[in-house]
């Protein structure tokens, strides 16, 4: 049986001194294979730096060396990410800023608007829907008015300029009226009345204009078939304060007691 073993290959020798197998330098042995599944593993393959705990978590950096991958850096670095959320707040800040200056810009335009219409139209009416309302109903009241006006000038311009007797013009026009509607900065008074230029108590309907908070501009008077006609231009410092409606009553109220 030994002779079968020495035919097959070279038998193992056990060394002298097993503690020190390197000192054996003629004598052959094999060393224990380790068994299937472990590997030995280079610690300078797979490295991981972390930051210390009292550094800024932004400052942390992973490398990744995998064998056969080769080293991976992250898509994203932490300074990329920081200048990515600083771009977003800056946006978020200037949209607040031009959403904050246009609901200034509108506040001030609906107070514009309010300044303009009369107080009669606004009487109970708080919110900005029904201040619009009011502005559109108002305005298509002047159209209307400022059409029954240039209906009675023409009329008046045709009555002047056919040469009819007085008579005929004392029947066709109206007694006498007054007209207050608000203009650029202020109001516009017209009158129209039966008396001459000399007769006319103008410097009463003044008076009672500065009594309202009026400040008279502009005072222009003319006579056509012994009936004159005055146009008051004032300013007003708030238009809002001052009732058209129940101005013009007070004037036509004076006019109608002058004349009588």
Same mark, same amino acid.
């Given at each position: 049986?030994?002779?079968?073993?020495?035919?097959?290959?070279?038998?193992?020798?056990?060394?002298?001194? !097993?503690?020190?197998?390197?000192?054996?330098?003629?004598?052959?042995?094999?060393? %224990?294979?380790?068994?299937?599944?472990?590997?030995?593993?280079?610690?300078?393959?797979?490295? *991981?730096?972390?930051? %210390? !705990?009292?550094?800024?978590?932004?400052?942390?950096?992973?490398?990744?060396?995998?064998?056969?991958?080769?080293?991976?850096?992250?898509?994203?670095?932490?300074?990329?990410?920081?200048?990515?959320?600083?771009?977003?707040?800056?946006?978020?800040?200037?949209?607040?800023?031009?959403?904050?200056?246009?609901?200034?810009?509108?506040?001030?335009? #609906?107070?514009?608007?309010?300044?303009?219409?009369?107080?009669? #139209? *606004?009487?109970?009416?708080?919110?900005?829907?029904?201040?619009?309302?009011? %502005?559109?109903?108002?305005?298509?009241?002047?159209?209307?008015?400022?059409?029954?006006?240039?209906?009675?000038?023409?009329?008046?311009?045709?009555?002047?300029?056919?040469?009819?007797?007085?008579?005929?013009?004392?029947?066709?026009?109206?007694?006498? #009226?007054?007209?207050?509607? !608000?203009?650029?900065?202020?109001?516009?008074?017209?009158?129209?009345?039966?008396?001459?230029?000399?007769?006319? !108590?103008?410097?009463?309907?003044?008076?009672?204009?500065?009594?309202?908070?009026?400040?008279?501009?502009?005072?222009?008077?003319?006579?056509?078939?012994?009936? $004159?006609?005055?146009?008051?231009?004032?300013?007003? $410092?708030? *238009?809002?304060?001052?009732?058209?409606?129940?101005?013009?009553?007070?004037?036509?109220?004076?006019?109608?007691? $002058?004349?009588?």
């Amino acid at each position: 049986m030994d002779e079968n073993k020495r035919g097959k290959g070279v038998d193992f020798i056990p060394p002298a001194d !097993p503690l020190f197998p390197s000192q054996q330098s003629d004598e052959l042995f094999f060393p %224990a294979t380790s068994t299937a599944g472990q590997q030995q593993t280079d610690p300078q393959q797979n490295t *991981l730096f972390m930051a %210390a !705990p009292s550094l800024d978590c932004t400052d942390l950096l992973f490398e990744l060396d995998i064998p056969g991958l080769g080293r991976r850096k992250p898509s994203a670095t932490p300074n990329s990410c920081v200048e990515t959320c600083n771009d977003e707040k800056k946006k978020k800040d200037i949209h607040r800023d031009v959403e904050r200056q246009r609901r200034q810009e509108m506040a001030t335009f #609906y107070a514009s608007l309010r300044s303009q219409i009369p107080l009669e #139209y *606004l009487k109970g009416k708080r919110s900005i829907s029904d201040h619009i309302n009011e %502005a559109s109903n108002y305005v298509r009241d002047l159209q209307k008015r400022i059409q029954e006006l240039n209906h009675k000038r023409d009329g008046l311009r045709k009555m002047s300029n056919s040469g009819a007797p007085d008579t005929v013009v004392s029947q066709n026009c109206p007694p006498d #009226y007054v007209t207050v509607q !608000p203009c650029w900065g202020g109001v516009e008074v017209m009158i129209n009345s039966g008396f001459k230029n000399g007769e006319f !108590p103008l410097s009463r309907v003044i008076r009672e204009l500065v009594d309202q908070g009026v400040r008279v501009v502009t005072t222009v008077s003319s006579t056509v078939n012994e009936r $004159s006609f005055h146009t008051i231009k004032s300013e007003v $410092s708030d *238009l809002t304060t001052l009732d058209l409606s129940e101005l013009e009553e007070k004037l036509t109220d004076l006019v109608a007691s $002058s004349s009588s």
